[in-house]
């Protein structure tokens, strides 16, 4: 570990990074409180708000949302390419949001739900770093400086709490691990493990970002979470999938 950490500490850029064994409790994180932008795993507070409010009563997986031009946003996601007047559930929402990082998915779903409950339900799990302060796309907002916030110990806490099946319910943790398991975008941490380890996981990007944050279900289970700001992204993504692989190995 001692090794990792240098390792992590050798890279050029902002990097938070935190470890944990599921099995005997041990811990490892090297700037993990620090708040980083979050890119796209700021959809993982979004799914969690939607389950709180399927939870409540107050949306219900069937209900209908019609994909309008206005609504598409580029880049990752299949909503943008799909036909205008398409007719989705709020749960093809969610999935999309995260098995394929769905951007319009993720934005409709923040107009929906709010992103002042977003960020009260993640006051009242008790996270101070991680908050949603715009939409995704939102280039005004983005040139005032205005972005949304994670830090790797906060995510890494929250996988946590799914994988002991304590974040809303169990039902709900459960439902939403089964989600992030079946993610699509699978080059980062488990890029040497896809097929052979399962991996519960989501990933994020932009100019010069690159995030990924797992659990992964070794023989001793761990969350694992990377987060890099103003790195080298192909450089940072090989170190993600040696380390994954170097985990894997400490705790066999």
Known sequence: MEKILEQLKSITGKVGFYYKNLITGETAGFQENIPLQAASIIKIPVLIEAFSRLQEGTVDKSDVVIIKKEDKLP????????????????EDLYIL???????????????????????????????????INR?????????????????????????????????????AS???????????????????????????HKTGEDDGITHDVAIVYAPQ????????????????????????????????
């Not at 880049?75 to 709020?90: E, I, K, N, R, W």
């Not at 951007?103 to 923040?110: G, P, S, W």
């Not at 439902?175 to 488990?190: A, C, D, S, T, V």
């Open 174 to 200: 459960l439902e939403m691990l089964h989600i992030l398991k079946n993610q699509r975008l699978n080059g980062k941490i488990p890029f040497y493990l896809h097929g052979k380890v399962d991996i519960a």
């Open 135 to 171: 939409l995704l796309f939102d280039s005004r907002q983005s040139a005032l400086g205005i972005q949304n916030y994670i830090s790797a110990y906060e995510i890494g806490w929250l996988l946590e709490k799914m994988y002991f099946g304590e974040l809303l319910s169990p039902e």
């Open 75 to 90: 880049s990752c996601g299949a909503l943008t390419y799909m036909h205008d007047g398409l007719q989705v559930t709020f």
């Open 221 to 252: 289970p761990f969350v694992v979470c990377f987060c890099g700001n103003e790195v080298e992204v192909p450089s940072f993504e090989r170190i993600m999938q040696d380390i994954t692989v170097k985990l894997i190995k400490m705790g066999s």
């Open 97 to 131: 949001m995260i098995i394929l990082s769905d951007n319009t998915a993720a934005n409709l779903l923040m107009k929906r739900l709010g992103m002042d409950k977003i960020n009260a339900t993640l006051q009242q799990l008790g996270l101070r770093q991680t908050k």
